[in-house]
């Protein structure tokens, strides 16, 4: 290899090494060990626990009460990228929803993609009714349902094991919403969002009575 082809090969390896460092950058890994705590996490109905094991670090939420839940990460605007997350929910019959909250304003208002554990392993994935897109308060889950029947719910293909972690990757991309389960190439649910808001804060989020356990965290926001 004659110098002037070392030099090339030197210029755009030295490029290319920039923009992965770039890319690594603009990652957000939330220290979720902080949550117990409350620093730079708030949590609501719900008692938060931390959890080492097998070489993971996890969060386990347990419902205080009979309302839903949300840990909302502090001091952070999210208006469109990537969110992925590994979640635990449980094989309970109508007692697992889980997922993460986007767009939020307060405890009442935010956009949300969830997951139905318990009908992972059903026929047909309970007829489409594994994963849901909701926005509150306008457009809870009964009423996307009773107007748009599967529109904003579906399967997840191949079913995960309702009592283990899955992987969830939510891509926002205004005003499109795509969820992937399982590192899958193709999303289990496509939605346009039902809200003009273009940010606000993220949060880990568990309906009803849910206990859950929600570890790796990753924000890669898209840059405009």
């Not at 949550?35 to 993971?56: M, Y």
């Not at 949300?70 to 469109?80: P, S």
């Not at 273009?198 to 924000?219: C, E, P, Q, R, Y």
Request: hydrophobic fraction near 35%.
């Amino acid at each position: 290899m004659n110098n002037l082809k070392k030099v090339g090969l030197f210029i755009v390896i030295n490029i290319l090494s920039i923009q992965f460092c770039l890319a690594q950058e603009n990652v957000i890994i939330p220290d979720l060990e902080k949550i117990p705590a409350g620093d730079g996490w708030t949590v609501v109905n719900r008692e938060a626990k931390l959890i080492k094991e097998d070489g993971q670090t996890s969060i386990y939420f347990k419902a205080n009460n009979q309302q839903g839940g949300i840990a909302w990460l502090e001091n952070f605007e999210f208006n469109n990228g990537t969110i992925e997350v590994d979640i635990k929910g449980s094989n309970t019959k109508g007692g697992s929803f889980l997922g993460i909250a986007f767009r939020g304003v307060d405890d009442s208002t935010y956009d949300a993609v969830y997951f139905r554990p318990f009908n992972f392993d059903s026929v047909s994935n309970q007829k489409g009714r594994s994963i849901q897109y909701i926005s509150h308060p306008e457009y809870p889950w009964y009423k996307l349902r009773e107007e748009h029947p599967g529109q904003y719910e579906s399967s997840v293909n191949p079913a995960p094991d309702p009592e283990k972690f899955f992987h969830a990757k939510i891509v926002v991309e205004k005003p499109k919403v795509k969820v992937y389960v399982n590192n899958s190439s193709e999303p289990s649910l496509v939605v346009n969002e039902l809200t003009d808001r273009t940010g606000g804060k993220i949060g880990l989020w568990m309906d009803f009575v849910s206990d859950g356990t929600f570890a790796n965290l990753k924000i890669i926001p898209l840059e405009n």
